[in-house]
């Protein structure tokens, strides 16, 4: 079974543009969650996606935003990018049905240099 | 603010048995245990969960104590590959999950 696949492994923006980084997750997988990851701050939450839905939501500001399609693949998207938005993304993916509480696999990340 | 907490760092000789503890003095009735590890700049690779009884996989074995206010990861025998930077995590599922990483311990193996 294919793992969790982040799309591009690298990026180089300037500041002020947007990126679109793309997650697919490992088939079956309905849930989608994003982190970022910086050496400040560690690995922090973004936001879930269930079925298509934000489940449940970081503190981050509104220029990270995500979506999910129905084939349960997800992007998120960063506005008007800072340098501090500088990091290493991680998507990860698990299968969630109901309250249950399973595992979540995480994918190689996108690691975003903003110059 | 993460729920548990970690020894910043552990040595282990290889071919010997590490125990990473964690304490989770406010874990909550339905969350679970979860222990995840890091290797530098991958992304992290699940190892276990569990509740509240004792689990074990072909990785690791998670002991969890009767009062669930800590655990302990027991990777039975240690190898080079196993240094890396180890995460204590405790999580409830539904809507309300999500995974809320510490700063963890970097296991070093030693030859």
């Known amino acids: 079974k294919a793992g969790v696949t982040q799309t591009p492994r690298y990026l180089i923006k300037t500041r002020g543009q947007q990126v679109t980084l793309s997650c697919s997750p490992i088939?079956?997988?309905?849930?989608v969650s994003w982190y970022q990851q910086t050496p400040g701050q560690g690995l922090q939450f973004l936001f879930e996606y269930f079925s298509e839905t934000q489940r449940n939501k970081g503190n981050f500001p509104g220029r990270f935003s995500g979506r999910q399609f129905s084939n349960s693949r997800s992007e998120m998207n960063v506005s008007t990018l800072e340098l501090g938005d500088s990091a290493l993304y991680l998507c990860?993916?698990?299968?969630?049905?109901?309250?249950?509480?399973?595992?979540?696999?995480f994918g190689q990340g996108t690691r975003l240099t903003v110059v | 603010d993460a729920k548990t907490t970690q020894p910043p760092s552990m040595d282990c000789a290889e071919g010997r048995a590490a125990n990473l503890p964690c304490n989770h003095s406010?874990?909550?009735?339905?969350?679970?245990v979860y222990w995840y590890r890091q290797i530098h700049s991958q992304g992290p690779q699940y190892i276990i969960h569990g509740l509240k009884n004792n689990e074990t996989n072909e990785m690791a074995s998670l002991i969890i104590t009767e009062d669930r206010k800590s655990s302990t990861l027991i990777l039975p025998h240690a190898t080079l590959r196993d240094t890396a930077v180890y995460y204590c995590i405790v999580s409830s599922g539904g809507s309300n999950y999500k995974l809320t990483f510490g700063k963890g311990t970097l296991l070093t193996v030693n030859p």
């Open positions: 406010t874990i909550s009735g339905n969350e679970y």
């Open positions: 088939s079956g997988h309905r849930s």
């Open positions: 990860a993916s698990r299968f969630a049905q109901g309250t249950g509480n399973t595992e979540a696999f």
